[in-house]
């Protein structure tokens, strides 16, 4: 199973950057996908989750500006972020819960795709 993101680059504050995550490989059936983000010397935090059946909890601080979806059949997963803030930052991981066959279920992560937001 791969988890291939993109959609990052550089973008003043106040701009709009929309990421992309496609799950391809060997997979019965995926479930919570989600986005989380990572800057240097700090821990991987979440930034949003979406359930199959399109359920989404966000962190408090992108709350309002970020929308998490979902298409499932393709496989696929969104992150429209809007607004930007310096501290949107980081490295962004698209994370999958992953379905193998009925008795095997596992987590994968995706590359990072870079988020830059200059002042």
């Known amino acids: 199973v791969q988890l291939q993101a993109s959609g990052g680059g550089l973008v003043q504050a106040g701009g709009s950057l929309r990421l992309s995550c496609a799950a391809s490989g060997s997979i019965f059936r995926l479930d919570d996908m989600g986005w989380y983000r990572q800057v240097p010397g700090k821990q991987r935090e979440l930034v949003a989750r979406?359930?199959?059946?399109?359920?989404?909890n966000y962190a408090d601080s992108v709350k309002g500006r970020f929308t998490i979806s979902r298409d499932n059949a393709k496989n696929t997963i969104y992150l429209q972020m809007t607004s930007l803030k310096p501290q949107d930052t980081g490295a962004y991981y698209c994370?999958?819960?992953?379905?193998?066959?009925?008795?095997?279920?596992?987590?994968?992560w995706g590359q990072g795709t870079l988020v830059t937001v200059s002042s």
């Open positions: 994370n999958a819960d992953v379905i193998l066959d009925p008795w095997t279920q596992r987590a994968f």
């Open positions: 979406v359930s199959r059946s399109g359920s989404t």
